[in-house]
């Protein structure tokens, strides 16, 4: 018998047992999500909770052994945050092993040979990343992984095998759990009224609402944080695909490629990643006669704050579906679709080859739609598993090599910064996966003497693209919608400096200094707290006005709050409506956000009676009423207009009636030039920066008198810091900062979003000031005090 048999005939009589065994074990019965449920996933009017979401998969990583799911923590309200690995049972024994090749083909510094890589490349397995859920009113995303999660826990044909074999998914049915359970529970109570499917008038993470998904380099949040750290910065996936629903009258479905512009510092490959992907996605979805897929539409991939996976080695792919009204089915007719942002839904064109016809439009559908999205990817992900690691670890070599033209380093010097700024810039770095250094000795670089200590931010390592973007100044080009044509505005925010925002001076150097440097440090440890204020047994009784119609803005306040220990209470509608808010607060903020949302709310039917009707005429006589018996009212941004219009203050808004075409600022860093010597100014620099996203600019009217103090004024030499603007010309030298004298109390106004989601930090201190000024109102006016009332 030749060697070759003999040995094949040892290993089958060897394995005889365990192939026995196998056989005789009894076979458990994979449950069906609607076995669990109750209902099909998808199905018209029902929506399972993340109670129920959970329970089933459980349930089925308990009989399945393609399918671990682990608790990776807990949300901010509680809730389990939890994430599935999904693979072949041979791989999912192997898991730690394909970890480890992973960790060193994301560092090519562990790498010793070309020769080790080829090997890693061809032994590896292709990591893909897909999430749901983080927006919860996009119901079908926290839905659909029910139905995926079965799927390759089951199929038995060769493209399911085929994915199980050459990737380990790791899937998260929702980035946002305690949404997701809200959004189930609102959907439920609204079921037979006239405002079945209205999303919730509440916002649906507990402090920033849709902004969750725009804190993928701040990570504020719990959520993004437990993602970060437990799923990205351990597998580094080469593909993170990013479920998410969009509007109802536009196209069925959207995927990559993005438009222009890209973010300079993301990878060439990783752009080219995308479009093949998200293109080969389109084509097999139209080949399973699916219509409305349109494709280098409508989003672009300039900002980090939604594309963490851009800087760390991997492709996002955001795809967005069509949405009902929650689960409730619509109607859409063809005429009634629209386009906008590079595609016209009612024509072809190559971007969008077969419109969708129009008509019923329901859960069921998205929840295919989306299904068959994630499964061409993974399709993908398995066809070209040596080509996507293959890229990935070139990526990583290009990035500890340095990009052309690219400093050495970023220098960032301990002393005289400002300390919560410092504190959270080298935090976001080091868990961003950015190695940060100390100079272990005083050197000298640039004709700069730098101190022992000073934090050094070397580029010679595989997330510098990371560090580099969030320290560097952006230019957001100049684009038109075609040449010759009207300027294209930005799709969102278009800067994410983070020195500016956060008061820290930061040099890049193209020299490395000539010292010892320690190794990685971790991110310091940091107590925040506001002397003068956080501090005193009495506080300022401070009241955040929250909207029925949710708003960000006054979530983000609260956080920035809690992060403080600034005690506050949320007022609503009804609060103010009921009046005699002196007696309760010394401070109300009022957020950025339409005046004529606040005032007039939600409309009658719209909502259950409770959340109708916005502040009305009663509420807002009543802020008035709380000024002028010596109240502090504090309004950011958009929210300025409430007291300036109902309060008829002797403040006119100098951009107010430009068109957009003529002045418009989607998100932007500018100067702020301060008065130095004003309370509401201690402790800032004279020359700081302002956080302008489409805001208001200030000047007196003319009977103003000395009733109207300009406290702050937008630069007029030097106007743009950072990102992009139209129409400056109308902005620069204008009111940014002012404070408006009325009747015993004062209305601070705010042209801009001093507490920017968690960034401005540079600002934050204009707040506390206007808070620790109204205490001494309070003192002054006799007003009873916070401890009096037991707080």
Known sequence: MPVRQWCALATALLLLPELASAQAAPQVAIPTPSSVLGFRVGADRRLADWNEVTDYLNRLADVSDRVRLDTLGTTTLGRPFVALTISSAANLRQLERYLELQRKLADPRRVESELEAEELIRQGRAIVLITGGIHS????????????????????????????????????????????????????????????????????????GHDDNRDWYAFTQKETRLAITKLHNVWHPQIVHDIH??????????????????????????????????????????????????VNAIFDAWTPARAYQHYHGGVRVLTETASARLATPITVPFDSLTGGRGVDVRERSWRFPDPWPGGEWRLSEI???????????????????????????????????????????????AAGQNPDGLADLLRILVTGDVEVRRAQADFVLGGRRYA??????????????????????QRYPELREYPGGPLRTPYDATAHTLPLLMGVAVVAVHDLPAVELSDPIPAPSHKKEVPGLTNRRRQPRVGIYEPWVPSMDAGWTRWVFDEYGIRYEQLRDADARAGNLRARFDAILLPDFSAERMVEGHGRGTMPPQYVGGLGEAGVAALEQFVRAGGTLIAFNDGTQLPIEQFQLPVEDVVAGLDRSEFYVPGSILRLELEPDHWLTEGVPRRTVAWFERGPAFEPEADAGDRVEIVGRF????????????????????????????????????????????????????????????????????????????Y
């Open 137 to 208: 009113t996009e119901v079908g995303s926290h839905q659909m992984p029910m139905r995926l999660a079965y799927r390759l826990a089951t199929g038995d044909d060769a493209e399911t095998r085929l994915i199980l074999d050459e990737v380990i998914l790791l899937l998260v049915p929702s980035l946002n759990p305690d949404g997701s359970q809200l959004v189930a529970d609102w959907y439920e109570s609204t079921l037979g009224q006239p405002w079945e499917g209205a999303s919730p008038p509440f916002l649906y993470h507990h402090y920033v």
């Open 245 to 294: 629903q969009m509007g109802s009258q536009g196209p069925r479905f959207f995927v990559p490629p993005w438009t222009d512009p890209v973010e300079p510092n993301v990878d060439p490959l990783l752009i080219a990643g995308v479009n093949a992907l998200g293109t080969a996605m389109a084509w097999e979805m139209y080949g399973q006669g699916k219509t409305g897929i349109v």
């Open 367 to 413: 929840v295919d739609y989306m299904e068959a999205g994630a499964f061409a990817l993974l399709k993908q992900a398995a066809h070209y598993r040596e080509r996507w690691l293959s890229n990935f670890y070139q990526i990583g070599l290009r990035a500890i090599g340095g990009g052309e033209g690219w400093p050495r380093a970023f220098i960032i010097p």
């Open 452 to 473: 022992a200590g000073t934090y050094v931010v070397p580029m010679a390592q595989p997330y510098s693209g990371f560090a580099k973007t969030l320290l560097e100044v």
């Open 715 to 790: 630069g007029e030499d030097e106007l743009l810091l950072s990102g992009w603007i139209s129409g400056g010309e109308h902005l620069g030298g204008h009111g940014a900062l002012a404070v408006v004298r009325h009747g015993r109390g004062r209305v601070i106004l705010f042209g801009f979003r001093p507490q920017y989601r968690g960034q401005a930090i540079a600002t934050y201190p204009l707040i506390f000031n206007a808070l620790k000024k109204s205490l001494e109102s309070a003192a002054a006016s006799g007003a009873r005090r916070l401890g009096d009332q037991g």
